[in-house]
């Protein structure tokens, strides 16, 4: 089969890019363009027809040819440049559709193939998809990193540390009548002990690979009536929530994503802390303190002209949060001090809001610092971390010369569930690292 799909976005646009990749993709080129020749790997000027009525659909276009392996995919693979018109881009799609064994490909099909072909490993794959899907810049720089394959390198290297202990336990089972000499035991159990530290230390990295990909929750806090609807509102540019003199106007969460100066955040405003009136305020107020504590940031956000602070509000005030005097249109004069970073604004008036954003970026990026190499950026990664760790405990607790077997199989599962990270479970390489560390003909 061979599949084809429109890979820029939806028209119009001056271009889009057409992609098809199989085994009959030059037939099929050739059957469009009418070309008798096409060069691979370098631009081909063509005119693109309907074979089924020798009309022209495009009468410009270019054509890239990649024929496999040296492709995206791995297999033939060519690429169309058309005029980016809705009709231009829906002509060329039906005249592929109307091609023998061909298909439109499922979402993410060129690349799973790509996988599939061993063009990329399943890191890669993953981050090739967050590099499309990157709204911030952030996003963007840990995307590079990834498809570049710093991860992939760390974990492989990782894993081929595994392997090379686990080749050592299996020797000595072939070789079963003596133990493990001492020294080997020594060593193998050291460099298990550091893999278990350099798996923990990624894990233990307060997920900040997954914030950067799934935005830094930040909440906004308060008093009823201090201006949090009206913050909101005013980061987001855009009329997020209703704002109103009304004290407990918002109830349930609202949130909203945003990019601030490369930071993915989301958003959200939340009922103000106060006895509650009534059964919904009550709730409204219990998920706001929720929201609160989940979340990366609070923005605890106080009426600089009201008299006092209620004592369930000081409580939420730390070191972590920032707390935004609201009101300074009304009242200039800081009312209320804190013992932590506190600016005087207006929301009303978009006074002094510039340091909010700031002070915002600021307290994110400290919690940025990283010396790891590779960023845990989706939950299936932490999750296979954590049950290679778990194997390894194992391995740890046993006594290996004893159960030897046991041993060797908790380092085989580590192994597997490190390798299923990249993407990779294959046995053979154990046995290819015997052979090349050990003389078994001795
Ligand atoms: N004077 C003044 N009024 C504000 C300011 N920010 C918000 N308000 C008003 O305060 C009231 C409550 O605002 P809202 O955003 O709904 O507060 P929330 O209950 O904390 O969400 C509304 O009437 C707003 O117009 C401000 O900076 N100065
Ligand atoms: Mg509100």
Partial sequence: MNIYALSSGRGPSGIAIVRISGKDTLKVCKNLTKLKEINSNEVN???????????????ESL???FPGPNSYTGDDLAEFQIHGSNAVINALLKALSEQENCRLSEPGEFTKIAFQNDKIDLLKAESIGDLIHAETELQRAQAVKLVQGNASNYYNDLRKKLIKSLSYIEAQIDFAEDDLP????????????????DIHKIIEDNKIGEKIRDGFRVSITGEVNAGKSSLLNLIAKRDVAIVSDQAGTTRDVIETYLNIDGYPVILADTAGIRAAKN???????????????EADLNI??????????????KKMVNKDTIVLLNKSDIQDKQNHKFDTDTI????????????????????????L??????????????????????????????????????????????????????????????????????????
């Fill in 45 to 59: 000027h063509c005119k693109l027809y309907d074979p089924k009525n020798d009309k022209v659909i495009d009468p």
């Fill in 182 to 197: 001492e020294k080997i035991l020594k060593e193998v159990k050291n460099s298990i002990k550091e893999i278990h530290k």
């Fill in 300 to 313: 605890v956000v106080i009426d600089n002209s009201s008299k006092s602070v209620n004592d369930e509000i």
């Fill in 63 to 65: 054509l890239l040819w």
């Fill in 369 to 442: 610092t990283s010396n790891n190499t590779a960023l845990i950026t989706r939950e299936r990664h932490r999750v296979k971390l954590n049950q290679c760790l778990i194997e390894i405990d194992n391995f740890l607790k046993k006594d290996q010369n004893k159960d030897l077997e046991l041993a060797a199989e908790d380092l085989r599962m580590a192994t597997r569930h490190l390798g299923s990270i990249v993407g990779k479970v294959d046995v053979e390489e154990i046995l290819g690292s015997i052979f090349k560390d050990f003389c078994i003909g001795k």
């Fill in 344 to 367: 005087l604004a207006s929301v009303k008036e978009n006074k002094n809001i510039e340091s909010l954003i700031k002070k915002i970026k600021e307290k994110l990026s400290k919690k």
């Fill in 279 to 293: 059964e919904v305020e009550k709730k409204g107020i219990s998920l706001a303190l929720g929201k609160s504590k």
